[in-house]
């Protein structure tokens, strides 16, 4: 069974650039999180999808939004970079149900420049 | 804020068990502890959970006091590829319909720990 896959691996933009960052969660799971990790302030989370829906949402700015589709993927964006926004940004899948596990995909690491 | 104290680092010897503490003097009676680890350049894994009961499972052994307050994480033979840093989570439980924390998670600092030859 594949894991949770992100895509790109590693991304370089400028200051006010816009990105999209994709996740495929493991097959089956309906539930995808997202967050954001810098080594100043740590794992803190984004926001969760399920079944399309946005139901929990983590205390960062509106440039950082995401969106699920029907077959459960994820992407999020982040408009009008900033240097701080320099950070590894993390998927997770589970299926949603209660006290399920996270799986966590590796990553994508983003630098502002 | 997280809900969990951990000592910041630890060391252990190859071929020992490594023992990594997490007070959680706060937990509330129904929420979890959870734990995970985040190996350099990889997303956390999950290693085990426990509400009240000692639980074990491939991986580790977790101990929680009679009070819930603290908990230990057991690595019973601890090899160079446990080296990572290691995340004691408390949360509560959720549920399927219309929960709004399931993929939530509020990681601390975690304790870094070093495995060495």
């Known amino acids: 069974k594949a894991g949770v896959t992100q895509t790109p691996r590693y991304l370089i933009k400028t200051r006010g650039q816009q990105v999209t960052l994709s996740c495929s969660p493991i097959s089956g799971h309906r539930s995808v999180s997202w967050y954001q990790q810098t080594p100043g302030q740590g794992l803190q989370f984004l926001f969760e999808?399920?079944?399309?829906?946005?139901?929990n949402k983590g205390n960062f700015p509106g440039r950082f939004s995401g969106r699920q589709f029907s077959n459960s993927r994820s992407e999020m964006n982040v408009s009008t970079l900033e240097l701080g926004d320099s950070a590894l940004y993390l998927c997770?899948?589970?299926?949603?149900?209660?006290?399920?596990?996270?799986?966590f995909g590796s990553g994508t690491q983003l630098s502002v420049l | 804020d997280a809900k969990t104290t951990q000592p910041t680092s630890m060391d252990c010897a190859e071929g020992r068990a490594a023992n990594l503490p997490c007070n959680h003097s706060t937990i509330s009676g129904n929420e979890y502890v959870y734990w995970y680890r985040q190996i350099h350049s990889q997303g956390p894994q999950y290693i085990i959970h426990?509400?009240?009961n000692n639980e074990t499972n491939e991986m580790a052994s977790l101990i929680i006091t009679e009070d819930r307050k603290s908990s230990t994480l057991i690595l019973p033979h601890a090899t160079l590829r446990d080296t990572a840093v290691y995340y004691c989570i408390v949360r509560a439980p959720s549920s399927i319909h219309g929960s709004s924390n399931t993929g939530k998670l509020i990681f601390g600092q975690g304790t870094t720990l070093q495995v060495k030859p």
């Open positions: 999808y399920f079944s399309e829906t946005q139901r």
């Open positions: 426990g509400l009240k």
């Open positions: 997770a899948s589970t299926l949603g149900a209660t006290n399920e596990k996270l799986f």
